[in-house]
């Protein structure tokens, strides 16, 4: 058991095998020896054509708002979608907490659109209040229940949060409250979890998204939302969709149309990126480049 959860601590954010035995681990008594720390170093920003994000889940714990505002710092864009639970109505009901970085998320939001980012906002379950204010702008950030986005090679999205095509949404709400129970408490433990391997010199690594994509229903579930989706965009004439919801970032082809999901600021750190061309890109964002002492790494891409 002792092995299992030391080689978890040292697995890969991509995944891949756990560094080697002994990696980054001393017997007692000894001394760990460290090269000099690398001077800050500017890293420049990078312009896409449109950014999607969602499911930040500002007001609960889980946010992980540190990343987001290293990210929102070193990538710029035409065009930023937010796609859905940007704040957390549901566990803000049940309890206030709003450190001072999900302030700083906002007001970095804000000023991307005032300094001429198109910024569109597309609410999602977590934060379905803001759909009454379909049409209107809050601080130059437009509220839009769904659109359509025109990629540069021509190529028509449908994008949306996700969660009006999710039968447990629409029929069980109940039980989509007790399931986000849960889940709070499963992000609790990958707080923790993460914060060992903070400690241990280790980088971010997704121990909810682990333990979730073992579940053979929640496996069952993310397939079933795919095909869903794919075929909402099919009947409205789209070539694909763009969405969130499920915290799974993604790029795949089902049944001829493309299905994007940006994925998530809680568990899986990610972006969806639109290049000039009009190609789509999934970005990782699970090293904080400005973070003292941090490794300093670039952004890990993926392409279809």
């Known amino acids: 058991m002792l092995n299992?959860?030391?080689?978890?601590?040292?697995?890969?954010?991509?995944?891949?095998?756990?560094?080697?035995?002994?990696?980054?681990?001393?017997?007692?008594?000894?001394?760990?020896?460290?090269?000099?720390?690398?001077?800050?170093?500017?890293?420049?920003?990078?312009?896409?054509?449109?950014?999607?994000?969602?499911?930040?889940?500002?007001?609960?714990?889980?946010?992980?708002?540190?990343?987001?505002?290293?990210?929102?710092?070193?990538?710029?864009?035409?065009?930023?979608?937010?796609?859905?639970?940007?704040?957390d109505g549901w566990q803000l009901r049940r309890g206030w907490y709003w450190p001072r970085s999900h302030n700083d998320v906002v007001q970095k939001l804000l000023r991307k659109a005032r300094k001429g980012t198109r910024v569109i906002y597309v609410p999602g379950n977590h934060d379905s209040m803001a759909r009454q204010f379909?049409?209107?702008?809050?601080?130059?950030?437009?509220?839009?229940?769904?659109?359509?986005?025109?990629?540069?090679?021509?190529?028509?999205?449908?994008?949306?949060?996700?969660?009006?095509?999710?039968?447990?949404?629409?029929?069980?709400?109940?039980?989509?409250?007790?399931?986000?129970?849960?889940?709070?408490?499963?992000?609790?433990?990958?707080?923790?979890?993460?914060?060992?391997?903070?400690?241990?010199g280790y980088p971010y690594w997704s121990l909810s998204q682990y333990i979730k994509h073992k579940v053979k229903n929640a496996v069952s579930f993310i397939t079933a939302f795919e095909k869903v989706m794919t075929d909402e965009a099919r009947r409205r004439d789209c070539d694909g969709v763009i969405c969130g919801h499920i915290h799974k970032a993604e790029i795949r082809t089902f049944d001829g149309l493309l299905y994007c999901n940006d994925g998530d600021w809680v568990e899986s750190l990610t972006a969806l990126a639109e290049t000039a061309d009009g190609t789509l890109e999934i970005i990782h964002w699970t090293h904080c480049l400005d973070a003292s002492g941090a490794p300093r790494k670039a952004t890990v891409l993926e392409t279809p």
């Not at 000894?30 to 690398?38: D, R």
């Not at 979608?81 to 940007?86: E, N, Q, S």
């Not at 769904?146 to 949404?169: N, Q």
């Open 4 to 87: 299992r959860v030391t080689n978890l601590l040292r697995a890969r954010p991509d995944g891949s095998a756990p560094l080697p035995s002994g990696a980054g681990f001393y017997p007692s008594g000894q001394t760990a020896s460290f090269p000099p720390e690398t001077p800050a170093v500017e890293h420049p920003s990078r312009h896409y054509r449109t950014l999607w994000i969602s499911d930040i889940h500002l007001g609960t714990p889980g946010c992980q708002a540190r990343y987001l505002l290293d990210f929102l710092k070193h990538n710029e864009s035409d065009t930023l979608y937010l796609v859905g639970d940007i704040i």
């Open 134 to 200: 379909m049409g209107l702008a809050f601080g130059d950030i437009e509220v839009a229940d769904e659109v359509i986005h025109v990629t540069a090679d021509g190529r028509r999205f449908l994008v949306t949060h996700g969660d009006l095509f999710d039968g447990v949404m629409q029929h069980a709400r109940w039980l989509a409250y007790l399931g986000d129970t849960g889940y709070t408490l499963i992000l609790a433990l990958n707080r923790w979890f993460n914060g060992l391997r903070t400690r241990m």
